[in-house]
């Protein structure tokens, strides 16, 4: 079973709603138990940074998801919020990833919002099986600076940043899968298959 994280950051509808045309068996959930206990994590979300660490904090998730061992996804704040420093309402991370994420600066337009070109840079199970240069769908104001020993991809917008992360169990991704048609749908059918939910 799939744990998707509920921490009222919105976009879950359309990760459920991916994950039923896959034939996954997940929940929509903030229960710690449920969470700690589920073969894989989804988490997902779109909005402010502060408001979404306050409710992780408040329900002792900020605590809990560093500390998983099953696989992991964050998908678009969901992947901001596992790095060190948000440049965003000033906000400490869940600092899964090293790094940081900052404003889109000296580019218009602000969000970078449509599809963009996804360039693989390090192999990832994630990614198995996706073309580099692949298009996804993209809408954010900040983007995420880490270690090239951490980036899987990257996608140019203004200079480059990384689209794409992994560390350990822990994968990220900036764009929308749930969002992005084929391509999307091929790196979440991955995820299922590393969770041992798919062959």
């Known amino acids: 079973m799939i744990a998707v994280v509920d921490y009222d950051a919105g976009n879950i509808g359309s990760v459920a709603n991916a994950l039923k045309r896959l034939g996954a068996k997940f929940e929509v959930t903030s ?6 206990k589920a073969d894989g994590v989804i988490f997902p979300g779109q909005g402010r940074a502060g408001p979404a660490l306050k409710s992780l904090q408040k ?6 998801l560093p500390s998983l061992k099953q696989p992991f996804l964050g ?3 969901g992947m901001q919020l596992m790095v060190e420093k948000l440049e965003e309402d000033n906000q400490t991370g869940l600092g899964i990833v ?4 900052e404003l889109f600066k000296d580019i218009s337009p602000v969000p970078h919002m449509g599809w963009n070109k996804v360039n693989i840079v390090q192999d990832s ?8 240069g692949s298009y996804q769908y993209f ?17 140019d917008y203004g200079g480059e940043f990384a689209s794409a992360v992994n560390r350990d169990n822990f994968y990220g991704v900036q764009f929308h899968p749930e969002k992005s048609a084929e391509a999307g749908e091929q790196i ?4 299922l298959i ?4 798919k062959r």
């Open 139 to 155: 809408v954010h104001s900040y983007a995420v600076k880490t270690d090239k020993e951490f980036t899987v991809a990257v996608t």
């Open 125 to 132: 199970k994630l990614l198995a099986g996706l073309k580099s």
């Open 75 to 77: 998908i678009c704040l």
């Open 31 to 36: 229960d710690t138990d449920t969470i700690r």
């Open 98 to 101: 090293p790094g940081k994420c």
């Open 59 to 64: 329900s002792g998730l900020d605590k809990l």
């Open 194 to 197: 590393i969770c041992g939910e």
């Open 188 to 191: 979440l059918n991955n995820f």
